[in-house]
């Protein structure tokens, strides 16, 4: 049995959790894999700043830290943010796979640009972010907002009717305005639009979370993981002041 951990970036209720695990339906990954998913001690309140990214970056590293002891195969970043992917890949030799990257390199094998439609604007420089450092701007067709702020613990909750016009809408935009002929979906927390958008659009929907389960999947089995030449190991590891971090983060949040 093959076991990867799955990286949720906000503290979670056991509710909140069973709307990230919805997405394994779509994987339908074999029968030899195990999702097991687990959110961060502390977190920004959403993704919109430089500050939120740092933040970002240390707590989905500190989740991830003890993986490879705990006996998984493989981790899995569940935001297209990326957050922690590169600070883990130092630490771990298993494969860390994110969301982003998995979508945005995917969408190359089946289109030639492709369109990210999000739930707003503010995520546009996560994006940014990432795009730039896999040298692919000029394979972004454009971004595109349904102007609708998120909700990243519950997702959608009852908001359908609202949102997936307008996501659908947004994403017309992009094939027909801005030659996009492959759309991404711009998080995690709006995998519940996929099967929506898929039937609707004239062009391939991918989406992050799944595609990342199937990565993952496929590494395991091929025993393949990052380069260290890439990701080198710090000269001086310090886990535990991490952890340290993290755990002050979380009894601050906890405090009334």
């Given at each position: ?5 799955v ?10 959790l ?40 240390l ?15 493989a ?14 890949r ?130 395991t ?28 983060a ?5 405090e009334?």
């Amino acid at each position: 049995m093959r076991k990867v951990l799955v990286l949720v970036p906000f503290p979670m209720t056991p509710e909140q959790l069973e709307l990230r695990r919805a997405q394994a339906d779509a994987a339908e990954l074999p029968s030899d894999i195990e999702l097991h998913y687990r959110p961060v001690k502390a977190a920004p309140s959403s993704y919109v700043s430089h500050h939120d990214y740092v933040l970002a970056d240390l707590s989905l590293l500190e989740a991830g830290l003890n993986a490879q002891m705990d006996g998984y195969d493989a981790v899995c970043i569940d935001t297209v943010s990326d957050s922690g992917v590169a600070a883990l890949r130092s630490m771990l030799d298993i494969p860390v796979i994110a969301a982003g990257r998995t979508m945005f390199l995917t969408a190359l094998m089946v289109g030639r640009r492709f369109g990210i439609v999000t739930m707003w604007e503010n995520w546009f420089g996560l994006y940014e972010r990432t795009l730039k450092d896999l040298q692919l701007m000029d394979r972004l067709a454009g971004m595109r907002a349904a102007g609708l702020k998120p909700d990243n613990r519950n997702l959608l909750g009852g908001k359908e009717d609202e949102v997936l016009p307008r996501l659908y809408e947004a994403s017309m935009l992009l094939i027909e305005a801005d030659g996009a002929d492959v759309i991404c979906l711009g998080s995690t927390t709006m995998h519940e639009a996929h099967a929506y958008l898929a039937d609707r659009l004239p062009v391939p929907v991918l989406n992050g979370g799944p595609l990342s389960y199937q990565i993952a999947e496929a590494m395991t089995a091929l025993d393949l993981s990052h380069s260290r030449r890439a990701y080198p190991r710090p000269m001086v590891a310090k886990p535990d002041m991490i952890k340290a971090m993290l755990q002050a983060a979380a009894d601050q949040q906890a405090e009334p």
